[in-house]
């Protein structure tokens, strides 16, 4: 399931995540990727520790923290703290690769699952060419490439890219989601039944069989989530 999150980010928090990274230093981003992804990445990322990724670490959760659309399709039970990178020169591109399943949030023991891959764009679409994420899964690749503040959630299973910039800058931000409903099959009937009650809610108000649904969705939440 690929979810597309918009205006994640208001104007003002867009400016000043802007600023941030503009002032940053940028490190090779192969310090931290495994052996295979090592082997096709080429960008350029933060340093996690650094003041300036901790600064849009706190921007960035609380914007997720308030948004409805991020935890009906995401079903946080974890979320590893934001990196953030940049495709830009002769650091470009990400082949093909899958993320770890595995990750350990920096500088303590603690362990999340990665089960959502996210993707935050800080680039507008004409800020740069090429870059576009592309997600491959059973019904072909997809072709993502978002406004500024807008982001993109999909499996974390699934193999991706990220195509050659080869003019401008692409800078985003990345992070993996541990959540409460493990499978990817699973989260999308519980998005489609919440999306769908939503609709009716708006339409027909709290009827009786409206209410039944709500009750069917919490009742299946209730059997599959892990907290």
Not at 67 to 76: D, S
Request: net charge negative; aromatic share 8%.
């Amino acid at each position: 399931m690929m979810i597309h999150v918009p205006q994640v980010l208001t104007s003002e928090e867009l400016a000043q995540c802007r600023a941030i990274l503009e002032a940053s230093n940028w490190l090779d981003g192969r310090d931290t990727a495994g052996s295979q992804a090592a082997l096709v990445k080429r960008n350029l990322q933060l340093p996690e520790q650094s003041e300036a990724s901790q600064s849009l670490q706190a921007i960035v959760l609380a914007a997720l923290n308030r948004n409805a659309l991020f935890f009906t399709a995401a079903l946080p039970k974890k979320i590893l703290p934001p990196y953030f990178n940049c495709y830009t020169g002769e650091m470009n591109t990400f082949g093909n690769h899958v993320d770890g399943s595995i990750r350990t949030v920096p500088g303590t023991t603690q362990r999340v699952r990665s089960d959502v891959s996210c993707t935050l764009f800080f680039s507008d679409p004409e800020d740069y060419e090429g870059g576009e994420l592309v997600v491959e899964d059973t019904f072909g690749n997809h072709r993502v490439k978002l406004p500024a503040g807008d982001m993109i959630l999909y499996p974390s299973s699934s193999v991706h890219r990220v195509e050659p910039v080869t003019q401008g800058a692409r800078v985003a931000s990345f992070f993996w989601t541990e959540s409460m409903v493990r499978e990817d099959e699973r989260r999308r009937l519980l998005f489609d039944l919440d999306m769908n009650i939503l609709a009716l809610r708006q339409q027909i108000g709290d009827t009786p069989e409206v209410v039944k649904m709500t009750s069917t969705y919490h009742n299946l939440l209730r059997m599959w989530a892990e907290t």
